[in-house]
C-alpha cells in the first residue's frame, strides 16, 4: 500500500510540474476575436505540445484588471494582449520585455507589418526601433449600417427628395448626420427604429473613443509638433470644438433611448435588435455581423468618414511577453509561431485581424470579407489617443468631461476642452514633462 | 481536559489577552496598519504605479489640493444630497413600515419577508437590474410611470436632472427595509401597559404615536439612520454599477471620485489625503451623532 501511494504521489508530482513547464497563460479582453484567437492557437498547442491558458477579461474591467496586475508584477499571465495605449507604460515601467533582441535572433522582421500597427502597437518611444510587442489585433473605430433599410426604394427617394443626395454611405459627418436623422423615430416593418448607436460609456473609454473619431476627422492634433505637450490651441482649437459640438448634437439627434452610457457591446445590441440604422464600433465586431449576414444584404460598412480630414480612431493590441513571467522561453516561442505568415493568414481566415504585410497585401485581400476594404482603408488613416505611461490619468477628466458635455449637457465643449488640458497639464507635470 | 485546568497559572488578565489577542492582531494588521500608512502617504507624491520612483514628502500640498479642487466639492455636494434624500426617504418609509408591520393581520409574516428581500441582494447585482428596470425603451419603470401619468419615454439614468434621483430611488427601495426591521424591533420593545394607561387618560391615537411611540422608536430609528448614513457616505459598487458616476459627473459620489483617483490615476499620495479627509469628515460626523442620539435616550 505505502508503495502504490509513493508511485501515486510521484506521478501526481511528475504530472504537475511537467504541466506547469509546458504551459503559458494568455491575457487579454473576453470579445469574438479572443474566441478565434483560441482555436487558432490548437495549432500552436499541437505543434509545440505547450498548453495555452487563456484568461480572458470582460472589456469595461479589462484595463483595471490587467494594470493591476502589471503594477504589483504578477505572474499570472506569460502572455498580455494589451491595448495600444498601455505601450508607453508597459515599456517605461519595465512590464514588457523587450524583443529586438528576441525578433533579431528569430528573424522576425518588423517591417513584415503594417507600418501604421508597429508604430501603434510595438514601439516606445513612439516611432522608436525599441519593439515591446508584435502587433496582434489590428483595429479602427468604423461603422456598420443597414443595408437592407438603404435598399428600399420608397426611404431612398424619400431621402433624395428631403437632402437632395443618394441614401448610401456617407462622404462625411454632416451626410452621417442626415441619414442618422432621417431613420430617427422612423417606423419601418412596424417597429420605431433610430439613428445610430454611438460610443457614449462613462466608465473607461468609451465616449473618449466615440467623440475622438469626430474631433480627428475635423483634423483635431493633441499637441504642437513642434513643440510636445502644448495642447493650447490644439487640442482645444476651433475645429475641435466644432466635432465635439458635432458629436453632442448626433447624440440629441439620433441615439436611441437610453443610450447614454454605452460601448461596444451597447452599440451591438441595438443594431442587431433592429433598433438603429447605424453603429460605430470595431473592425473587431464585424466578423460576427457579417456572419448572420451570409448573403450581404442586411449590414453594410464603411471606415469612419471624413470631414476636414480622413482619420479614424485606433483600437487593436500588440502581444507582449509579460517581464514577471517565469516562463518567458515558452511564451517567446509562442510570438515566434504568432509571426508566421502562415498563422497571420489562419488568423485572418478565423476573424482576427491580421497586421501582416503577406495578408494585407494579398491581392484577394480587399474581396475576402465585405468590410476587408474599409479596413485597409482605416488602418491607413488611424490615429490614436496619448499612448503616455501616464494614459490612464489621461483618459479619465476626458472621460469625464466630455461625458458631461455630450450626456449631461453641462457648459460648452470649449469649456469641456479647456478642462481637460488643465487636467492633462497637471498629468504632464507630476509626470516631469512639463 | 478542562478549560480551567489548561489555563490552569494564567492571570485573568492572562486569559483575557489570550482570547481578544488574535482579535487585536487581525485589527491591527488589516485596519489599524493601513489606515496609519495611508495617513503616512497622505504627505508625499508617492504613485503606486510609477515603479522605482521614491516618494517625497511634500508636507501639506494633497490635503491643501484636496480642499481647493472645486470638482471635490462637487462631488461632496452630490454625496451630501444622496444622503440627505435617502436617509430622510428610509426613516419615514421605514418607520411607517415597521408600523404597518407591528399590527396583527393575515399574511403579516409573508409580507415581511418579501419586505426584506431587497436588502439580501448584492448591490452590484441590484445596479444592474435597476438598470433594465429603468432602460426607457423597455424598462418596467417607465412602463408604470408611464401607467398613472403619461410622461412618454424619459431616460432616468442619462438624464442629469434624473439620474441623482434615480440612485435615491433604488438605494431606499434597498435599504429602506433595514431602517424598517430596526424600527419594528423598537415598537416590539415598547411595554403595552403603557398604551392601556394612555387609553385610561382617554389620550388620542395621535397622542399615543407623539408621547409613546415616536420617543420610544426613536433611539432605534437614530440607530438605523447612523448605519446607513455610514454605509451611503461610502457608497460604491450599486452607484458604479447604475450609473458610473455620469451622466458627466452627476451621481459621482466621493467614493467613487476617490477609487478612480487612487486605483486609475494612481495618484496614491493625493488620495489618501482625501481618504484620511473623508475619513475624518464621517469619524467627526459619527461622533456627534452619537452623542446626540445618546442624549435622546436619556431623556
Known sequence: MKKIMILLFVSLFSFSVNSNAKSITLGWAAWDPANALQELTKEFTAETGIEVNFEFVPWPNFADRMLNELNNKGKTFDLLIGDSQWIGAGAVYGHYVKLNDFFDKEGISMSDFSPATVYAYSTWPKGSKNYYALPAMGDALAWAYRKDWFDRPELKSEFKKKHGYDLGVPANWNQLHDMCKFFQGREIDGQKRYGAAINTERGSEGITMGVTAAMYAWGMEYENPNKPYDMEGYFNSPQAVEAVEFYRKLYEDCAPPGHSDAYMVANLDAYKSGQVAFQMNWYAFWPGVSKEDSDGRVSGFFANPKQNVAAATLGGQGISVVKYSDKQDLALEYIKWFARPDVQQKWWDLGGYSCHNDVLNSPSFPTSTVYAQGFLDSMGIVKDFWQEPTFVELMLPMQEAIHDYVVNGKGTAKEALDKIIEEWVEVFEADGKL | ?299
Open chain 2, 1 to 299: 481536559m478542562s478549560v480551567k485546568k489548561k489555563f490552569k497559572g494564567l492571570s485573568d488578565k492572562a486569559v483575557g489577552w489570550l482570547f481578544i489577542g488574535p482579535t487585536v492582531l487581525l485589527l491591527l494588521a488589516i485596519n489599524i496598519y493601513p489606515l496609519v500608512y495611508a495617513i503616512k502617504m497622505s504627505f508625499t507624491n508617492f504613485y503606486a504605479n510609477k515603479i522605482g520612483r521614491e516618494p517625497q514628502f511634500v508636507g501639506l500640498k494633497n490635503y491643501i489640493k484636496v480642499l481647493n479642487k472645486e470638482a471635490i466639492w462637487e462631488k461632496m455636494q452630490v454625496t451630501a444630497s444622496f444622503m440627505f434624500w435617502t436617509l430622510l426617504l428610509q426613516a419615514i418609509i421605514g418607520l411607517g413600515l415597521a408600523l404597518l408591520l407591528n399590527r396583527k393581520f393575515k399574511g403579516n409574516e409573508l409580507l415581511t419577508t418579501l419586505i426584506v428581500l431587497p436588502m439580501m441582494l448584492s448591490p452590484a447585482v441590484v445596479g444592474v437590474f435597476w438598470t433594465y428596470l429603468y432602460n426607457p425603451q423597455v424598462g418596467l419603470f417607465n412602463y408604470v410611470v408611464n401607467f398613472f401619468y403619461d410622461l412618454g419615454s424619459f431616460d432616468m439614468i442619462g438624464s442629469s436632472t434624473l439620474a441623482p434621483w434615480a440612485i435615491v430611488i433604488v438605494d431606499t427601495w434597498m435599504w429602506t427595509p433595514f431602517t424598517m426591521l430596526i424600527c419594528l424591533a423598537g415598537l416590539r420593545s415598547v411595554p403595552n401597559y403603557l398604551y392601556e394607561a394612555a387609553e385610561v387618560d382617554r389620550a388620542s391615537k395621535w397622542q399615543q404615536f407623539i408621547y409613546i411611540t415616536l420617543p420610544s422608536v426613536l433611539p432605534f430609528l437614530l440607530l438605523a439612520l447612523l448605519f446607513r448614513g455610514i454605509e451611503n457616505f461610502k457608497m460604491f459598487d450599486m452607484v458604479v454599477e447604475l450609473t458610473s458616476g455620469g451622466p458627466g459627473s452627476a451621481t459621482e459620489l466621493a467614493s467613487i471620485n476617490l477609487k478612480r483617483e487612487a486605483f486609475e490615476k494612481w495618484k496614491t499620495g493625493y488620495s489618501s489625503a482625501f481618504a484620511v479627509i473623508l475619513f475624518v469628515t464621517i469619524f467627526g460626523f459619527g461622533n456627534v451623532y452619537v452623542k446626540v442620539m445618546n442624549k435622546i435616550k436619556e431623556r
